[in-house]
């Protein structure tokens, strides 16, 4: 679809999801979400295999039905999709749907999207226990190949950070820094942060600083004057392999991703007592329900050890479990 089209003349073809959603894509595309284009490129080539394979039609007032949204949640759980796969899509949709309205393209029908599931829940826990930071602070990192020192003092930086995510890092600038502070803007909500630098931070902070004089970035992670998203990208899985190579030497059996340092921040907040609240502003969480989305296998894991505790209380297993 020509991206040069104006909203109006969309809006006429919007009949059609293909076209509307395209010049959504577009508009994402030119605003440099570069996510948000992934997963509603995603999106629509998934609902549009799904359309072709069940001959169903691509006219929004079909698309947008209890039925139809139920028959495509069917067909993907037929194909196998995970329950955060399909919410991902159908959030993705509901989400066209609200600009549709907004665009006085269709009536608004509060109940559509109830009866799939949009939820969005963790389902493995991706966090390190207080033990396993405190051996992966304790690392001396001269023992370790570069790529992984590389990779552990980045990780540590990140939790240091309040749990920033790697993209955030990846995109700090030298002015983003002012004194023992960074500002920045989160990529995922445009939030804006400001993060005090720990006094236990400063040294691996100043040892990553990138030392070119020829890029603004504050990390030699990305560079100027190339696409910086695939640089990212390209980034981002070196980062992974690297920080699995760390996982396999310093502790084994452990799954680690650049995931893991946000969400261990996270948790170790939660179990030193602070409010979900306080942890979800330090996050730049767009709702204390994505917070509680990270915190729920460990919520999950509180309860039971309770109910262990009770239930040994009262059937005199003196605490064993068994």
Same mark, same amino acid.
């Given at each position: 679809?020509?991206?040069?089209?104006?909203?109006?003349?969309? =809006?006429?073809?919007?009949?059609? %999801?293909?076209?509307?959603?395209?010049?959504? !894509?577009?508009?994402?595309?030119?605003?440099?979400?570069?996510?948000?284009?992934?997963?509603?490129?995603?999106?629509?080539?998934?609902?549009?295999?799904?359309?072709?394979?069940?001959?169903?039609?691509? =006219? !929004?007032? &079909?698309?947008?039905?209890?039925?139809?949204?139920?028959? @495509? =949640?069917?067909?993907?759980?037929?194909?196998?999709?995970?329950?955060?796969?399909?919410?991902?899509?159908?959030?993705?949709?509901?989400?066209?749907?609200?600009?549709?309205? *907004?665009?006085?393209?269709?009536?608004?029908?509060?109940?559509?999207?109830?009866?799939?599931?949009?939820?969005?829940?963790?389902?493995?826990?991706? /966090?390190?226990? &207080?033990?396993?930071?405190?051996?992966?602070?304790?690392?001396?990192?001269?023992?370790?190949?570069?790529?992984?020192?590389?990779?552990?003092?980045?990780?540590?930086?990140?939790?240091?950070?309040?749990?920033?995510?790697?993209?955030?890092?990846?995109?700090?600038?030298?002015?983003?820094?002012?004194?023992?502070?960074?500002?920045?803007?989160?990529?995922?909500?445009?939030?804006? %942060?400001?993060?005090?630098?720990?006094?236990?931070?400063?040294? %691996?902070?100043?040892?990553?600083?990138?030392?070119?004089?020829?890029? &603004?970035?504050?990390?030699?992670? %990305?560079?100027?004057?190339?696409?910086? @998203?695939?640089?990212?990208?390209?980034?981002?899985?070196?980062?992974?392999?690297?920080? =699995?190579?760390? *996982?396999?030497?310093?502790?084994?059996?452990?799954?680690?991703?650049?995931?893991? *340092?946000?969400?261990?921040?996270?948790? !170790?907040?939660?179990?030193?007592?602070?409010?979900?609240?306080?942890?979800?502003?330090?996050?730049?969480?767009?709702?204390?329900?994505?917070?509680?989305? @990270?915190?729920?296998?460990?919520?999950?894991?509180?309860?039971?050890?309770?109910?262990?505790?009770?239930? /040994?209380?009262?059937?005199?297993?003196?605490?064993?479990?068994?």
């Amino acid at each position: 679809m020509d991206k040069e089209k104006t909203r109006e003349e969309v =809006q006429g073809e919007a009949i059609l %999801l293909t076209p509307y959603m395209s010049f959504v !894509i577009g508009c994402l595309q030119r605003d440099g979400k570069h996510p948000s284009v992934h997963t509603y490129t995603a999106t629509l080539h998934s609902f549009t295999a799904f359309a072709t394979s069940k001959g169903v039609p691509m =006219q !929004i007032p &079909d698309v947008f039905t209890v039925a139809r949204l139920k028959q @495509y =949640q069917s067909w993907l759980r037929q194909r196998k999709a995970s329950w955060n796969t399909v919410s991902t899509y159908m959030r993705t949709l509901r989400a066209v749907y609200n600009r549709l309205v *907004a665009a006085q393209l269709v009536i608004r029908d509060p109940h559509l999207f109830d009866e799939v599931y949009t939820k969005v829940e963790s389902q493995t826990k991706r /966090a390190l226990t &207080d033990e396993q930071t405190r051996t992966l602070a304790a690392v001396d990192p001269t023992c370790l190949p570069e790529d992984v020192q590389r990779a552990l003092s980045y990780f540590l930086l990140m939790f240091l950070f309040r749990g920033m995510p790697f993209i955030d890092l990846a995109h700090l600038r030298r002015q983003d820094v002012n004194g023992n502070c960074i500002t920045y803007c989160r990529h995922k909500t445009g939030r804006r %942060l400001t993060v005090r630098i720990p006094h236990e931070a400063m040294q %691996l902070f100043e040892m990553c600083m990138s030392q070119s004089p020829d890029t &603004d970035f504050l990390f030699p992670i %990305l560079k100027d004057g190339e696409d910086v @998203y695939e640089v990212y990208l390209s980034a981002l899985r070196r980062f992974n392999r690297s920080l =699995q190579k760390m *996982a396999a030497l310093l502790l084994p059996g452990v799954k680690i991703s650049s995931y893991t *340092a946000r969400h261990t921040w996270a948790t !170790i907040a939660y179990h030193h007592g602070w409010h979900v609240g306080i942890i979800s502003k330090a996050l730049g969480h767009s709702s204390i329900r994505v917070t509680e989305t @990270y915190l729920k296998p460990f919520e999950d894991e509180k309860v039971d050890m309770a109910n262990n505790e009770l239930v /040994a209380s009262v059937m005199g297993n003196n605490g064993n479990g068994k």
